[in-house]
Structure formats: C-alpha cells, structure tokens
C-alpha cells in the first residue's frame, strides 16, 4: 500500500543525545514536510523540501535539521540544541510543492526526553 | 498576521445531535482551505480541500463549505465513531513550498 512511514513510534533521548527519525514515502510526492505537534496547541512546521537536494526552515528550525539526498526520504535529526524536544512529530508529503497541494501525513513519532 | 482560529475547542454531542465546527482565517491570498480529522496518537487524515468561496464537499456525514472569512464542518447525525480532534489548515500564496498553517483544534465527542 502506498503511503508514509515513520520509525520509531517512540524514541526516548538522554541529555546532550542526537536523534533521528526516519520518514519513507512510496506516493512519488515531491515534497516532503516536518510538524510538531505540542499537546493543545496546533501543528508547527519544522522544515520541508520541495525537490530532492533542497530544504528551507519553517517556522521552528531551530535545534533541527533535515536532509533530502533521497525522492522517497526526508530524516529529521533532533539535536542537543533543541531544548524542548519532547513533542509528537509528524511527516507529510505532497504531490507537489507548490500552494494549494493537499498535503498527507503518517502516523507519527512520539519523542520524550529522559 | 495570518491567523487560524477554530471555535468551539472542545464539543459534546448526543449520537445523532446534528451542529458545526468553525475555521475563521485572516490572511492574505488563500490558496486552500484544508480540513483533517485526527485520532489520539495517530497522525492527521486529510478529509477536504476547498479552493474558492462558495464551494462545498461532503463525506458521509460530514460536510465542508467555505466563505471568504471562514469555513464551517458540518456534522450531520453524528455517530460515537466520530469522536477525533479536526484540524482546519490554511494554504498561503507564498513563492516557495505548500506551507499549511492550523489551527489548534475541534475537540468532538459523540456520545451514544
């Protein structure tokens, strides 16, 4: 089936740890995005990518980054710089890059530091 | 400041007890009008994109329609199976990406 998938489900940071999560689309959509999503509050882009190779900030770059090297992939690494990490992250593809797209999301990734 | 403002947070209905969700927007140079319904846990599921004002979808029992200030999600005879939190999003006229900007919820239970 096609679709979007997110790994880990849950992942749990240390102090001062790097993390990654995975997202794999197999809809051939050319964009690819990353919310947070903090409870009673409205999702918030991360970062997103129109085509293989490029990637601009949302609105809550900071303490993050991405890579696009892959059509089909768009990792998302979490770093120590993030001082609030603990949220639910989602990954969202579309067709297409431009306004107007209806954009997808998987299932999501739960992420809590300990 | 574009702005996305759903009414009201959290709603209670009786299975069958018909009413409507709110997504008021202030911004400039709309390019759609998205709605999803999101379960705990899980991540949003697209259910509607409206383009123009004036224009209207349905799904079962749900239906969208969109002015040029807001849009509403109509719920007719409502089943327990409807319960989620329903997300509106706003698509901007902006140079670069399919940027969305939500709104931070309907929280809808229906009780049997």
């Known amino acids: 089936d096609g679709g979007i998938t997110q790994s880990p489900k849950y992942l749990f940071r240390k102090e001062g740890q790097n993390v990654t999560l995975s997202c794999e689309q197999n809809?051939?959509?050319?964009?690819m995005y990353w919310y947070r999503q903090d409870p009673g509050q409205g999702l918030r882009l991360i970062y997103y990518?129109?085509?293989?190779?490029?990637?601009q900030k949302g609105d809550i770059a900071e303490g993050y980054s991405v890579s696009r090297e892959k059509k089909e992939s768009f990792p998302l690494t979490v770093t120590s710089a993030q001082k609030n990490p603990t949220a639910f992250y989602l990954c969202a593809s579309s067709r297409h890059g431009g306004p107007g797209n209806t954009i997808y999301f998987g299932e999501g990734s739960w992420l809590t530091v300990v | 400041e574009d702005q996305v403002t759903q009414s009201p947070e959290a709603l209670r209905l009786q299975e069958g007890e018909s009413s409507s969700l709110n997504c008021s927007y202030t911004v400039s140079g709309l390019r759609g009008l998205f709605w999803y319904r999101q379960d705990p846990g899980k991540g949003p599921e697209f259910l509607f994109t409206l383009y123009s004002a004036g224009e209207e979808k349905e799904k079962e029992r749900l239906k969208a329609t969109l002015t040029k200030k807001e849009s509403f999600l109509h719920i007719t005879a409502p089943k327990p199976e409807d319960s989620a939190t329903y997300l509106c999003?706003?698509?901007?006229?902006?140079?670069?990406?399919?940027?969305?900007?939500f709104g931070e919820g309907t929280q809808l239970t229906v009780n049997p």
């Open positions: 809809l051939n959509h050319d964009a």
């Open positions: 990518s129109q085509i293989v190779n490029d990637f």
């Open positions: 999003a706003v698509s901007l006229q902006e140079t670069s990406g399919s940027r969305l900007t």
